[in-house]
């Protein structure tokens, strides 16, 4: 079966520091990957998606960005982070059917 | 950017009783998907509905799908305890990329 992972789980970084967020996928291959971003209390933005094996789509500007270096393996990444980038981030995977397959969530607070 | 919209967007109710939520989308869609989300955890796929359907059951669920409006209902009968969470809608287009555009869910508490 598959699963999805995310770590981890909560963050807590300082302005201006870097960031690192890695989602892995087992069991299915060549998946569609998704990071969204939700806001407290707020619906899910999707913040890039990927098709492939270094394929990213961006769907707004942003102060982050995303990579795919293997089949399985989605990145999300920031150089500095601003105040702005905290919230609740959600990796996710879809097949052919379209249903997509959520990860934990990892939740991040910059001070 | 979200295309869909729910309503209500908080909704208490008593176990036992039916729960009925709504989405309202803009453009055309191919498929309709609701989500459950228990508070800080990742999203529960439910149903999907596509473009063709009008009705569709699962358990205690039922969805309504009326394109000629733009919206959708989400029933869930007989509620428990555990059914409080927050539930999304969610449409896609088509596209092989399948991105899912979100609306800002609804709340429901079930109180025992």
């Known amino acids: 079966s598959q699963t999805i992972h995310q770590w981890p789980a909560t963050l807590v970084q300082p302005v201006g520091s870097p960031l690192s967020l890695e989602c892995t996928v087992e069991g299915t291959s060549n998946p569609n990957l998704y990071w969204y971003r939700q806001a407290a209390g707020r619906g899910l933005q999707l913040l890039f998606y990927?098709?492939?094996?270094?394929?990213i789509s961006s769907e707004v500007p942003q102060n982050l960005s995303a990579s795919r270096p293997q089949d399985r393996q989605f990145i999300l990444s920031s150089k500095k982070l601003l105040l702005s980038d905290s919230g609740f981030y959600l990796c996710?995977?879809?097949?052919?059917?379209?249903?997509?397959?959520f990860g934990p969530g990892t939740r991040l607070t910059v001070l | 950017s979200q295309q869909g919209e729910e309503d209500p967007q908080a909704l208490s109710i008593q176990e036992g009783e039916n729960a009925t939520m709504n989405c309202s989308y803009k453009t055309s869609i191919n498929n309709l998907q609701w989500y459950r989300q228990n508070s800080g955890r990742g999203l529960v796929h439910l149903i999907l509905i596509r473009s063709n359907e009008r009705e569709k059951h699962s358990g205690r669920l039922r969805v309504t799908l009326d394109t000629s409006k733009k919206s959708s209902s989400l029933l869930i009968t007989a509620s428990r305890a555990a059914d409080t969470a927050s539930y999304f809608c969610?449409?896609?287009?088509?596209?092989?990329?399948?991105?899912?555009?979100f609306g800002a869910g609804t709340t429901v508490t079930v109180r025992a």
């Open positions: 969610a449409t896609d287009a088509g596209s092989n990329d399948y991105k899912l555009s």
């Open positions: 990927s098709v492939g094996i270094g394929q």
């Open positions: 996710a995977w879809s097949g052919l059917a379209g249903l997509q397959f």
